[in-house]
């Protein structure tokens, strides 16, 4: 198993920036794609951006590109989202969420945080 823990939502104005933290712990050995996803009242989650643990080079959305950058320290198992230029309709609960090598979909998931971007 292996347990996800988020942390560095909250409120912030428009253009301003945050970084979220997704720390994994566990079997993390076997993991190969780290996730970012958020989900808006009424709305279905969204991809955000991806990574494949094993590279450095990450995927976007299109409305996050640009502004948005995913990033892994393997040493502390650990995925980042640094958010740039933030806007109001980026507001969410951010989901970090992964996926091993015995699984076609995202098998673990975060708690979620929220991020709120004020106008």
């Known amino acids: 198993q292996v347990q996800l823990v988020e942390s560095g939502g909250g409120l912030v104005q428009e253009g301003g920036s945050l970084r979220l933290s997704c720390a994994a712990s566990?079997?993390?050995?076997?993991?190969?794609?780290m996730a970012w996803f958020r989900q808006s009242p009424g709305k279905e989650r969204e991809s955000v951006a991806d990574?494949?643990?094993?590279?450095?080079?990450?995927y976007y959305a299109d409305s996050v590109k640009g502004r948005f950058s995913i990033s892994r320290d393997n040493a502390k198992n650990t995925v980042y989202l640094q958010m740039n230029s933030l806007r109001p309709e980026d507001t969410a609960v951010y989901y970090c969420?992964?996926?091993?090598?015995?699984?076609?979909?995202?098998?673990?998931w975060g708690q979620g945080a929220q991020v709120t971007v004020s106008s």
């Open positions: 969420a992964a996926k091993d090598c015995t699984s076609t979909a995202y098998n673990y």
């Open positions: 566990g079997r993390t050995s076997g993991i190969n794609v």
């Open positions: 990574i494949i643990w094993s590279y450095s080079y990450g």
